[in-house]
């Protein structure tokens, strides 16, 4: 009996020995499948990768691989550009020349300082939006360049942060596997996995992969092995690719005008058998310019702007500074809404001006009137004074042109009901004296019949 149990634990304990097995893989592993595999104490190395710099805030470029990284035996090593304990506020990036792939497996061996790793980074255009975990950190990754089609993965999800290892153990290196598929993501750190969330297959884009720091100075030693797999996980043969090294345009400027023809982004994508040609376009002020999908500029509004072409692959730019004019037809004549009018003393007229051609520069209007006794203009509004006429006119800022309107003021209508009979006055005295006989013929009258009774 005791033999038995001990047969049954014997087989329990290879049972989850070869659970353990299955999980790392994350995957049937097809032994058949030789690995994409990068020898970093190659001397011929940095001549394979594509160097690329991001600083904090800047645009991503490619420059010599000497400048941000340094090689010594097996290990490279990204420099701490700052001379200070960590790396500040840039991404530097060495990019294996064919590797480009969308599902993929991932073994290396990653060393990192004072913070110890924090995760992975897989996605979109922004580096602030790119992290499946979050902190400052070291990665192997799939190209942050590449703009994913859909939302960002939430860090909470997926962060996990290990400290800094010390160099007598496993000389300070982490063993680190990146599985990659339609399905999920995970993240093995010394056999255990430590990272993991499920990822909608339309979120994850192609992608070139290589060596990746984030505001850190660390180190990657040893052989790195790659897997191409496809989207369920399963490891397939792997095919090279030509990566986009550089962006270039023909012009770097470019004068257009409001409501003139568009014109051509013309760039160029390096070299020219690059596997992904594909490039977006943006505009750094898309109300003055903006781009189509086709490369077409359009001038919308006075200023200037950078419209830039993004590669697909690497996310390599260009950009055109555009400055958009505005040009006004010249001004030919101005108008009067009337050239004649008639108002009585004490009323208003409102007069309104207009140019010729309506699209001209127009800086303003300047009024007057011929006589300020009869009526007097303030911005085309006329107040009659006194009787009389006068013109009214209105010139253009500089005088150039100008339009007329002639103003007869009568008098009031008051005026009229009492000035054509007289005075009042005059009017009232009659009507007073015939009161007044009247009242006398009456008291007559009374006093002749009291005789008479």
Known sequence: MKKFKTIIAALCVAAVALMGTAVLASAQTDESVAPYVIDLSNESFFENAVASFVPSGGKGAVEKASSHWTQSGSTVTRKNDTET???????????????????????????????????????????????????????????????LKGSTLTAKKTSAKFAAKGDSQDGGYYALKLVVCADYIKCFVDGELKLETEVPEELI???RLGLFTANAAGSFSGNVEIYSLDARGNR????????????????????????????????????????????RFCSENPDIATCDLLGNIHALKAGSTEIYAITEDGGFRAAVRVTVTETKPVLSGITL???????????????????????????????????NKVAMVNNGTVTALGEGECTITVKDYNGEFSAECKITVKASDEKKESGGCGSSAGAVAPVAAAGLLLVVSVIVAVRRKKENV
């Open 205 to 207: 884009g192609y992608g």
């Open 236 to 279: 397939i043969a792997f095919q090279s690719a030509v990566l986009t090294e550089q962006i270039t345009v023909l012009n770097d400027s470019a004068e257009m005008e409001v409501g003139g023809e568009s014109k051509k982004f013309d760039y160029a994508v390096l070299p020219e058998n690059a596997a992904n040609k594909n490039v």
């Open 85 to 147: 304990a960590d790396v500040e506020g840039n991404y530097a990036a060495l990019y294996f020349n064919d590797c480009y792939l969308r599902y993929f497996e991932l073994d290396a061996r990653v060393k990192y300082g004072q913070r110890g790793l924090t995760g992975i980074i897989f996605g979109k255009k922004d580096v602030k939006q790119r992290h499946i975990a979050d902190g400052n950190a070291l990665y192997f990754l799939p190209d942050p360049c590449v703009e």
């Open 337 to 371: 809404s009337q050239n004649n009018g008639e108002i009585n003393v004490g009323e208003k007229l409102y007069l309104s001006a207009g140019i010729t051609p309506d699209d001209a520069e127009n800086l303003g209007f300047r009024w007057s009137s011929s006589n």
